[in-house]
C-alpha cells in the first residue's frame, strides 16, 4: 500500500484562496503566469486596465473626431462655402466681386493660409486638452491624488505666465489678427514702424517689406494698430496746382475730361472701379490753387493709376496753356518766402 504524502503546508498557505473559484481572473492569471501576487491582485489589475484602456480609447477616438470636424472646416473655408467661419464673409466676397478674375486668386490663397493656420491651432488645443484630460484620468484610475498634481501644475503655470506673457501676447495677437482679417500676405499695411508689403503672417511674426526692400520682423504682441491699404478698394488722389491766374472752371473740366479718357486706356482700365471725380479747388495757397481728383480702383493700384493720371493731365494744361504755380523754395511745405 502506497502513502501519498500531503502537499506541503508552504504551498497551501502561499496559493490565494481565489485560485479555487473556476473562472475567475484570480484563477486565470495564477493558471498563465503561477505567480500569487497577480492572482491576488488579479481583480484589480483587470479592472484598471480595462478602464484605462477605454480611457484611452474615448480619447484616441475624439481626438480624431474633432481633428476631422476642423479639417473638414478648413477644407470648407479654403473652397469658401463657409468663409463666416474664419472671417468676414460679405468683405471678400466684395473684394472677390471687385476685383474681378484677378483678385479671385489673390483672395482664395488668402483665405487658404488663414483657415490653414487658424486649423492648425485649434488642432493642436484639441490634442494638449484630450492628453491633460485623458492623463488625469488614467492618474485617477491608478490612484494617484490629483490634488497635489492640479497644485503644482498652476503653481508652474502661473510662473511661467509671467517668465512667457510677452510669448503669449503675441500668440494671442496673432490669433485675434487672423480671426478678425485685419491683413493677409500681399497686403500694403502701416504698422507704425513698418510700412510696407506683408509677406507672411504667423502666429507670432509678421514680416513685412518696406519700399526700400527692407524686411521688417514685427511681433504681433507689439501692433496697435494697422492701417490696411489693400482691402476692399483705395482711392488714387491726384493734386493739380495750378497759377491762380489760371481759370478755375476750365482747368476743372479739363481735368475731369482728361482722366476719364485717360481711365478708359487699356493699360489702367481694369483697375479702375469707378470714374474719375474732381472735387475741385482744394488748397488755395501763396504760389497757385491746388485742385484735386479723386478715383476708386483696385487695392493696391492707386499709385500706378495716380502717375498716369498725373501724366496725363500734366501733359493736358501743358498742351491747353494752363498755368502753372511759380514755386520757390519753401512752397512745397506751405511756407511763403519772399524773394529778394
Sequence with gaps: MTIIPPA???????????????????????????????AQHADMIVGKTISITIVVVIAIVFRWLAHRAIARMV???????????????????????????AGNAPASQRRMQRARTIGSVLR????????????????????????????????????????????????????????????????????????????????????????????????????????????????????????????VEEATELAGTTAAERAAQDDIAGDVLEPPEVLGADKVGPAGVTLRLTVRVKPGRQWAVQRALNGAISDAFDDHGVPRPMLFPGALDGQYQKQN
Design 124 to 247: 493642436s488645443v484639441v490634442s494638449l486638452v484630450v492628453l491633460l484630460v485623458a492623463v488625469m484620468m488614467v492618474m485617477n484610475e491608478l490612484g494617484y491624488p490629483l490634488g497635489p498634481l492640479l497644485a503644482g501644475a498652476g503653481v508652474l503655470g502661473l510662473a511661467v505666465g509671467f517668465g512667457a506673457q510677452n510669448l503669449v501676447r503675441d500668440f494671442l495677437s496673432g490669433m485675434f489678427m487672423l480671426l478678425e482679417d485685419q491683413y493677409g500676405v500681399g497686403d500694403i499695411v502701416d504698422l507704425g514702424e513698418a510700412i510696407g508689403t506683408v509677406e507672411s503672417v504667423g502666429l507670432r511674426i509678421t514680416t513685412v517689406r518696406d519700399l526700400q526692400g527692407t524686411v521688417w520682423y514685427v511681433r504681433n504682441g507689439e501692433i496697435l494698430r494697422v492701417g490696411n491699404m489693400s482691402q476692399g478698394y483705395a482711392v488714387a488722389v491726384v493734386d493739380l496746382p495750378i497759377a491762380h491766374s489760371a481759370d
Design 8 to 38: 506541503p503546508v508552504e504551498t497551501l498557505t502561499l496559493m490565494p484562496h481565489c485560485v479555487q473559484d473556476g473562472g475567475s481572473w484570480c484563477a486565470t492569471l495564477y493558471t498563465w503566469t503561477n505567480n500569487n501576487f497577480l
Design 75 to 101: 477644407d470648407g473655408a479654403t473652397n469658401g462655402r463657409f468663409t463666416a467661419f474664419i472671417g468676414r464673409a460679405r468683405r471678400l466676397r466684395r473684394i472677390d466681386d471687385g476685383a474681378g478674375g
